[in-house]
């Protein structure tokens, strides 16, 4: 099984950068998608984006799209999150998962693994 360890979380004023990055340790075989998810206070979980591990092909939320950018390096194992022009509102946990699904890179029932979560705090 896979396992998943996220760092680059922290505080950050409101329009600034942060990166998060996301190991994918052992076996990838079978993955077909890494995603994050993130969880603010008092809220359920949400998609932010995913990546299809083979092809490279993304997926964004509506929230996400122009200010953030998925990669990754199968060579380093690594899913990377750019998040750019960062508001209050994405303060939350984010959470690195892992899909063996084919057909569900949004939907979080579809991801099996998942990593701790690193926290982001966007101050006003």
């Known amino acids: 099984q896979a396992q998943l360890v996220e760092s680059g979380g922290g505080l950050v004023q409101a329009g600034g950068s942060l990166k998060l990055s996301c190991i994918v340790s052992?076996?990838?075989?079978?993955?077909?998608?890494v995603g994050w998810f993130r969880q603010a206070p008092g809220k359920e979980r949400e998609f932010v984006t995913s990546?299809?591990?083979?092809?490279?092909?993304?997926y964004y939320s509506e929230s996400a799209k122009g200010r953030f950018t998925i990669t990754r390096d199968t060579g380093k194992n690594t899913v990377y999150l750019q998040m750019n022009t960062l508001a209050p509102e994405d303060t939350a946990v984010y959470y690195c998962?892992?899909?063996?699904?084919?057909?569900?890179?949004?939907?979080?029932?579809?991801?099996?693994?998942w990593g701790q979560g690193t926290q982001v705090t966007v101050s006003s």
């Open positions: 052992l076996d990838t075989f079978g993955i077909y998608y």
């Open positions: 990546i299809r591990w083979s092809r490279g092909t993304t």
């Open positions: 998962a892992a899909s063996r699904q084919y057909d569900s890179p949004t939907i979080d029932s579809a991801y099996d693994q």
